[in-house]
């Protein structure tokens, strides 16, 4: 299978606009800080208001002289540019995700061309199988610090649990990384706060929040890391080579096949009810997301999995809306 790998990032369009007026009979010039946009006015104190420049001498243009009259000078008043609340946007663009009575759902947002992030939801779910994206990590983490590579088994244990979701390669996986012990030191470097490993063997029901899978997965794709650069192209790589049954998640937001993600479903044995997740980068418009959607409360596989592709493309469209 081709890998899914987002391509080569285009520039990004700012999505702040500089604004340049011109004002008739007076002189406006438009120049920026790092506070904001900046307008410096030519202003002649014996008046205490804009005023026009005196007769342009020919081939002199009246701006010009403006510019040059001994009785103005220019004063500088800076102007914060307004910010966006993509928290308050992600809570409108959310109010489409349909969820069942008694359902959950949590989703975080990062744009990292422009570095904002927004969130909605909160509380701690079970992971199921997204926790073995940190699994791997932790692994990788254990590995550059014993300065060793990947064993020929381990890596043919971590191709099957990203690739196939396998849960044997997971668990073997969880045992050689010292189960909970080991993933919540690495988690603690990589910087999550809300995540706590799961007890003995059970590896799927790690609690953790959208917050934290956004933050492991900043550790993934992004360059502030623990995680050196070959581990991240290693796991960003399994993560683009995801079994054909398992597209779905947030890829339902991406462009086409530019995405890389893992999954997560379990069906609660107490209650009947599907744990559904899904954590990842897609590329939506040359931009890139990464997304972390959690759910719970659903009474079907397919029923969570439409909430959390309808989360999915709610996080990225808070960004389209302003």
């Known amino acids: 299978m081709a890998p899914h790998r987002a391509r080569r990032r285009r520039t990004r369009r700012s999505g ?5 007026y011109t004002v008739v009979a007076s002189a406006v010039l438009v120049g920026g800080t790092a506070a904001g946009a900046v307008y410096v006015k030519a202003q002649a104190h014996d008046r205490g208001s804009l005023v026009s420049s005196p007769s342009a ?3 002199t243009s009246s701006s010009a002289s403006a510019a040059s009259s001994p009785s103005q000078e220019a004063s500088v008043e800076p102007v914060t540019e307004p910010t966006v609340d993509r928290d308050a946007l992600l809570a409108k663009t959310m109010k489409a ?5 008694g359902a959950a759902v949590s989703v ?6 422009s570095g904002e992030g927004a969130a909605y939801g909160e509380g701690a779910f079970d992971t199921a199988s997204i926790v073995k994206v940190d699994i791997l990590a932790t692994l990788l983490l254990q590995a550059q610090d014993a300065d060793r590579h990947l064993t020929a088994a381990e ?4 191709t099957a649990m990203i690739t196939n979701s396998d849960n044997a390669s997971a668990s073997a996986l969880w045992d050689i990384i010292g189960q909970a012990d080991g993933l919540d030191t690495a988690n603690k470097r990589f910087g999550l706060t809300g995540t706590s490993g799961g007890d003995g063997a059970l590896w799927g029901l790690t609690q953790t929040t959208a917050a934290d899978q956004l933050t492991l997965l900043r550790q993934v794709f992004g360059d502030d890391s623990e995680l050196s650069e070959a581990s991240r ?3 960003q790589g399994l993560m683009g080579e995801i079994a054909a049954d398992q597209h779905w998640g947030v890829s339902a937001a991406a462009d086409g096949t530019q995405w890389a993600l893992k999954n ?3 069906a609660r044995s107490s209650t009947g009810l599907w744990d559904i997740n899904s954590i990842g980068r897609v590329t939506v418009d040359g931009d890139e997301y990464l997304v ?7 009474t079907t596989k397919a029923k969570g999995i439409s909430v959390v592709e309808a989360a999915a493309k709610a996080a990225v469209a808070a960004f389209g809306s302003a």
């Open 16 to 20: 702040r606009r500089t604004l340049v």
């Open 57 to 59: 001498s020919p081939g």
């Open 97 to 101: 995700v349909a969820l069942e009575n």
């Open 108 to 113: 975080a947002v990062f744009d990292l061309d």
């Open 155 to 158: 890596k043919t244990y971590a």
């Open 233 to 235: 192209t290693y796991l």
């Open 264 to 266: 997560g479903w379990l």
């Open 292 to 298: 972390a959607t959690l759910s719970n409360g659903n």
